[in-house]
């Protein structure tokens, strides 16, 4: 086996600008997946329990890991108007049994797996324990937009099944918020603190194979699990998600879980533990039969705030001989979350004084100029560009010098490490700039980008975009050409969206 296939759980990737240039098969789902393919999209729903009680939810279904799984975030509003996310699911797909199997993470922190059947026309159905009591679930396509729901309870001495609500879901704007107020981690999942952020690592396999990838690491909103994203980029291949990782406490309470997605489909789960001190150590075994014959020991060794070593070692069955597959160390490539801003590293870029080696693009776009600036300068913005034909895609925008300018694809770091440079409000905003991962001679070096707004005579916007500060080499003219086509793209999103916006 290539050492290069065995990865571990923890390889990760950066998607840049070259998704939007290139995105992933977002809207396809692998065979098995397909009678779900209707559900892609933001959903809402409003309705009342059979006890009174007001229901509002809002559910936002993503092709994930290159169509294998449909990934569902279910947004659920309490009595007193707080927004909070009840679910993080992954979809599997049905393997001729017609049941597709769901691993659903709960906000207390749980892993739920269920089994939902499609029962042909459109219709979904589960079941589940909820203590002493059976909850019956049914989902029903009606059109592209609508889904009707019923759920019925039964209880331990019930001879009957009791509905307890009768609902339908509406699909809405896919740029709905999915937002609400995040919680500190939990007691139980405090040791892991450490692991947050986004890390970066650049090495080689045994076999000699390259590995350049990028791993982001989030708390739940209710601070009772950790996730992360992984893609990676293997040799010169192109990055790719690889892998979703859940790390949540295990049913027992005396250790922790890690339950992860892959690209080919599987679901792996591993026991962990997390060791806190001086140096926190993570480690799990994944079993073997999983990955295949061996079992595969990993760790991370948090030398420092900013590192940590990363050990992979496969283990054959019945031995304690242990081989090593992976002894890198990787580093943090973003900011904590709450960081507005952070010094310029003038370091980074490759060019000054004059003259300097640049492109320029421009548009002229139908739409006033603060709606033109705002889509450049807020993360709502951003979003409201990209996110409708991306789903997932995000931006972390800080305007203030020195504040994060990063856009993500797919819920994944791209422009990571990028600032804001300086700006004028409705005139004039620039910010450091990096290559995509597949550059990776370049990647780790900074350009700058200047986008100019003007006003026009008939209201619309004149926009000006001029990158600068590229080397020289041939390493550095393939990412000017690449440039070249991808602000062309992303000029040509903009103008398009935002004249729509407007009508």
């Known amino acids: 086996m290539k050492m290069s296939a065995i990865m571990g759980i923890v390889a990760v990737g950066l998607v840049s600008l070259c998704a939007a240039v290139s995105p992933t098969r977002a809207g396809v789902l692998k065979e098995g997946l397909e009678p779900v393919e209707p559900f892609i999209g933001t959903w809402e729903v409003r309705g009342q329990w059979s006890s009174g009680a007001a229901l509002w939810a809002r559910t936002r279904y993503e092709p994930a890991l290159d169509g294998h799984f449909l990934a569902a975030r279910t947004m659920v509003s309490e009595e007193n108007g707080t927004i909070y996310e009840r679910y993080a699911s992954m979809i599997g797909r049905d393997t001729g049994t017609g049941v597709l199997p769901i691993h659903s993470f709960t906000h207390t922190g749980e892993c739920r797996v269920l089994e939902f059947k499609h029962e042909g026309d459109g219709r979904f159905t589960t079941q589940w324990s909820m203590g002493e009591s059976q909850v019956k679930e049914l989902l029903a396509l009606r059109g592209t937009d609508r889904k009707e729901w019923k759920v019925w309870t039964k209880g331990p001495a019930d001879a009957d099944w009791t509905l307890a609500l009768d609902a339908e879901w509406k699909k809405i704007e896919n740029n709905a918020p999915m937002d609400g107020p995040r919680q500190p981690l939990s007691d139980a999942m405090a040791p892991f603190a450490p692991m947050l952020g986004a890390w970066e690592v650049l090495t080689k396999w045994p076999d000699g194979v390259a590995l350049w990838s990028l791993w982001k690491v989030d708390a739940s909103q209710s601070g009772t699990s950790i996730r992360s994203t992984v893609l990676a980029r293997d040799g010169d291949g192109q990055p790719y998600e ?262």
């Open 242 to 503: 690889r892998y979703r990782t859940f790390f949540i406490r295990s049913a027992d309470g005396d250790g922790f879980e890690e339950v992860t997605f892959t690209h080919t489909g599987q679901v792996l789960r591993a026991p962990a533990t997390m060791t806190t001190g001086a140096v926190p150590v993570f480690e799990s075994v994944t079993p073997a039969g999983a990955m295949g014959p061996v079992e595969f020991v990993k760790q991370y060794s948090f030398t420092s705030p900013d590192a940590f070593r990363w050990l992979v070692r496969a283990r054959e069955p019945g031995t304690q001989a242990m081989h090593p597959v992976a002894d890198a160390m990787w580093t943090r490539v973003s900011a904590p979350e709450g960081v507005l801003t952070a010094p310029i590293d003038d370091g980074l870029f490759v060019a000054s004084g004059a003259p300097l080696r640049s492109l320029t693009k421009s548009a002229e776009i139908a739409a006033p100029v603060s709606r033109v600036f705002g889509a450049w300068a807020t993360g709502e913005g951003w979003e409201s560009v990209f996110a409708p034909a991306m789903p997932g895609s995000e931006a972390s925008i800080e305007l203030a010098i020195g504040g994060r300018y990063e856009w993500l694809f797919n819920g994944v770091l791209g422009s990571n490490g990028c600032q804001v440079l300086s700006y004028i409000p409705d005139r004039m905003l620039s910010f450091s700039w990096n290559t995509p991962p597949t550059q990776g001679a370049n990647r780790m070096k900074r350009t700058w980008v200047v986008v100019e707004f003007a006003p026009t005579a008939a209201g619309g916007t004149a926009v000006t975009l001029i990158h600068l500060g590229f080397g020289e080499g041939a390493a550095w003219d393939e990412s000017f050409a690449y440039f070249e086509k991808a602000w062309e793209f992303v000029l040509g999103r903009m103008k398009s969206v935002l004249e729509a916006q407007g009508k």
